[in-house]
């Protein structure tokens, strides 16, 4: 099973998006990682993919599931703004790698409310409706202009919710973050197991410089491995995608 596309020959990440995007995707890993109900981290990656993905963070069901509760549909928004939190905390900036992250957060967010009948002002009362769904499954909203304008306001006030726990658990592990992003960005790729042990020790100061990582501070200043284990579950990606200048899409 290929996972965000094959691996792109040729393709060097400068030292300074090297440690951004290893930052960014161990924020996913550890925000996931940091919630109950969450699916475990299988693999952290940050080689380039052919899907334009710089890195990604790989998500194992333990067993087949096919319901999510609310509370997982909030936990799976809040580790999609975890590489954008990660950013945020570090470097005091944020990228265009959190491009897929947002539509992601978005897009179940709003299921939430329009469809999934989670949300208190509308109760079990759909306000959109797919029509194709196993042909792309297009969306339109059934409610009034006003009605609109909440539901974008209560999407807004979801995802802010969730961004906001997210970095209150990075900020309370930050020197696991840490550890996790030089570990991360010295093996390029480690598994769920490695993740996890290093997780679960004690924590010890991180020379940046013993790891080739020079010590983050501003983005202005800094400029394959496999666990062996057969995944049986459903598999969620979280992408980290930067965008070229002028492209509106995701670079290939």
């Excluded at 890195?55 to 975890?82: C, H, P, R």
């Excluded at 079990?124 to 194709?132: C, I, Q, R, S």
């Excluded at 790891?211 to 284990?229: T, V, Y």
Aim: some cysteine.
């Amino acid at each position: 099973m290929v996972i965000a596309g094959y691996q792109k020959k040729n393709a060097i990440l400068s030292d300074g998006e090297k440690k951004i995007v290893s930052y960014h995707e161990i924020g996913h890993a550890l925000v996931a990682a940091m919630q109950s109900h969450s699916a475990p981290v299988q693999k952290i990656t940050i080689i380039p993919r052919t899907s334009g993905a710089l890195g990604y963070t790989m998500q194992v069901e333990q067993s087949d599931k096919v319901l999510m509760t609310k509370q997982e549909i909030e936990n799976k928004i809040a580790t999609f703004t975890g590489g954008r939190v990660a950013e945020e905390i570090v470097f005091g900036e944020i990228t265009t790698g959190a491009v897929n992250d947002i539509e992601q957060a978005t897009r179940l967010a709003r299921a939430m409310i329009t469809r999934y009948g989670m949300s208190e002002a509308f109760d079990m009362v759909a306000m959109e409706t797919v029509t194709n769904q196993y042909l792309g499954g297009d969306t339109s909203l059934a409610c009034s202009v006003d009605t609109q304008k909440d539901i974008d306001r209560q999407v807004v006030a979801l995802v802010k919710g969730q961004h906001e726990k997210a970095k209150e658990i990075l900020r309370k592990n930050r020197r696991k973050l840490d550890e996790l992003a030089a570990f991360l960005y010295e093996k390029e790729t480690i598994t769920g197991e490695e993740f996890m042990d290093i997780l679960g020790r004690k924590t010890v100061p991180v020379e940046m410089e013993d790891s080739g990582m020079e010590n983050p501070g501003n983005l202005k200043d800094i400029g394959s491995g496999e666990s062996g284990k057969k995944n049986t579950g459903k598999e969620s990606v979280t992408e980290t995608v930067m965008l070229a200048p002028g492209k509106d899409g995701a670079e290939a």
